[in-house]
């Protein structure tokens, strides 16, 4: 079960994913929570410029690296609305951050993406666990889903 101030962290990355989607953005947001449950940094897509590394995870990954310590790191955990991809989850398990929570699985996201019609993209979706073992991994988180599945499909110009 997620607490209150867990789930206002969720709703959080679904804000950051919607204002990403109303900048013509890919609909994803994450935020940097530390032990003490302050959020530290939070960010969303920026692919839309044509740097398609540009994900919140990764930023948040880097950011973590150059201003928190080991321990501090170790004691974080990263809000999300979709799960980490391959790339995020590995600089995630580098930078030794803590547990992650997300709303969507990268299973449900490529499910909705094939029953879209939407090209598979270049990168194979794993699950976090099947990149970084040694990462606690939170989620589904049901309540949020259908929230989170809306944006993508409004992203994609589908109903
Ligand atoms: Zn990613």
Same mark, same amino acid.
């Given at each position: 079960?997620?607490?209150?101030?867990?789930?206002?962290? @969720? *709703?959080?990355?679904?804000?950051?994913?919607?204002?990403? @989607?109303?900048?013509?953005?890919?609909?994803?947001?994450?935020?940097?929570?530390?032990?003490?449950? *302050?959020?530290?940094?939070?960010?969303?897509? /920026?692919?839309?410029?044509?740097?398609? !590394? $540009?994900?919140?995870?990764?930023?948040?990954?880097?950011?973590?690296?150059?201003? %928190?310590?080991?321990?501090?790191?170790?004691?974080?955990?990263?809000? !999300?609305?979709?799960?980490?991809?391959? %790339?995020?989850?590995?600089?995630?398990?580098?930078?030794?951050?803590? /547990?992650?929570?997300?709303?969507?699985?990268?299973?449900?996201?490529?499910?909705?993406?094939?029953?879209?019609?939407?090209?598979?993209?270049?990168?194979?979706?794993?699950?976090? *666990?099947?990149?970084?073992?040694?990462?606690?991994?939170?989620?589904?988180?049901?309540? @949020?889903?259908?929230?989170? *599945?809306?944006?993508?499909? $409004?992203?994609?110009?589908?109903?």
């Amino acid at each position: 079960m997620l607490s209150d101030t867990e789930l206002r962290h @969720l *709703r959080r990355c679904v804000e950051l994913a919607a204002e990403a @989607l109303e900048k013509g953005d890919e609909p994803f947001g994450s935020v940097l929570v530390a032990a003490d449950g *302050r959020a530290l940094a939070e960010d969303h897509n /920026r692919v839309a410029g044509g740097d398609r !590394t $540009r994900h919140p995870e990764f930023e948040l990954a880097r950011w973590a690296a150059a201003n %928190m310590t080991p321990e501090e790191r170790a004691q974080a955990t990263v809000f !999300t609305s979709g799960e980490h991809c391959p %790339m995020c989850a590995a600089a995630h398990g580098w930078v030794g951050l803590g /547990r992650i929570v997300y709303v969507a699985s990268s299973e449900q996201l490529a499910a909705w993406l094939a029953e879209m019609g939407v090209p598979a993209p270049p990168v194979r979706s794993l699950p976090v *666990r099947d990149v970084a073992p040694g990462v606690v991994v939170q989620g589904p988180v049901a309540e @949020l889903t259908e929230q989170v *599945r809306d944006l993508h499909r $409004r992203y994609h110009g589908a109903r």
